[in-house]
């Protein structure tokens, strides 16, 4: 029998997998041998299915250890993935997930998206339910 901990990570896993999924469009699944190291020299996270991207998952009881400790571990995974952007998704007590990045892979994001705007300098106007919100 897996122990608990595995048990409990693996659940995470497939919550937040669904999660993307719906929120996405698109299949995400846990990924296959996640927590291995790969022929690439590492570990690439724990979710598959969103092009470029490293997902790493977390359901420590410590929210905050996970908020401090999984970004730096995700990045180090996009590097071994050769994946251009890397999240984490921390699941709290209640089932509340928030996306972790360290400052670094928010601004990956940001630049990419501005590099997309003709002008190279306005975010995209967004529906009012797209963003902020607990």
Same mark, same amino acid.
Do not use: C
């Given at each position: 029998?897996? +122990?608990?901990?595995?048990?409990?990570?693996?659940?995470?896993?497939?919550?937040?997998?669904?999660?993307?999924?719906?929120?996405? @469009?698109?299949?995400?699944?846990?990924?296959? #041998?996640? !927590?291995?190291?790969?022929?690439? @020299? !590492?570990?690439? *996270?724990?979710?598959?299915?969103?092009?470029?991207?490293?997902?790493?998952?977390?359901?420590?009881? +410590?929210?905050?250890?996970?908020?401090?400790?999984?970004?730096?571990?995700?990045?180090?995974?996009?590097?071994?993935?050769?994946?251009?952007?890397?999240?984490?998704?921390?699941?709290?007590?209640? #089932?509340?997930?928030?996306?972790?990045?360290?400052?670094?892979?928010?601004?990956?994001?940001?630049?990419?998206?501005?590099?997309?705007?003709?002008?190279?300098?306005?975010?995209?106007?967004?529906?009012?339910?797209? *963003?902020?919100?607990?």
């Amino acid at each position: 029998m897996a +122990n608990p901990q595995k048990r409990k990570g693996d659940a995470a896993e497939r919550e937040a997998a669904l999660l993307l999924s719906e929120l996405l @469009g698109m299949t995400v699944r846990r990924r296959l #041998g996640a !927590g291995r190291t790969t022929s690439a @020299g !590492g570990d690439t *996270g724990d979710l598959d299915g969103v092009p470029g991207h490293v997902i790493q998952v977390a359901s420590w009881a +410590n929210t905050a250890a996970a908020a401090r400790t999984k970004p730096e571990e995700a990045a180090l995974q996009s590097v071994h993935a050769g994946a251009p952007f890397a999240a984490t998704l921390v699941r709290f007590r209640g #089932g509340t997930w928030r996306v972790v990045l360290t400052p670094q892979q928010w601004a990956a994001y940001v630049s990419w998206i501005l590099r997309q705007s003709p002008q190279g300098t306005a975010l995209p106007d967004l529906p009012p339910s797209s *963003g902020g919100g607990a």
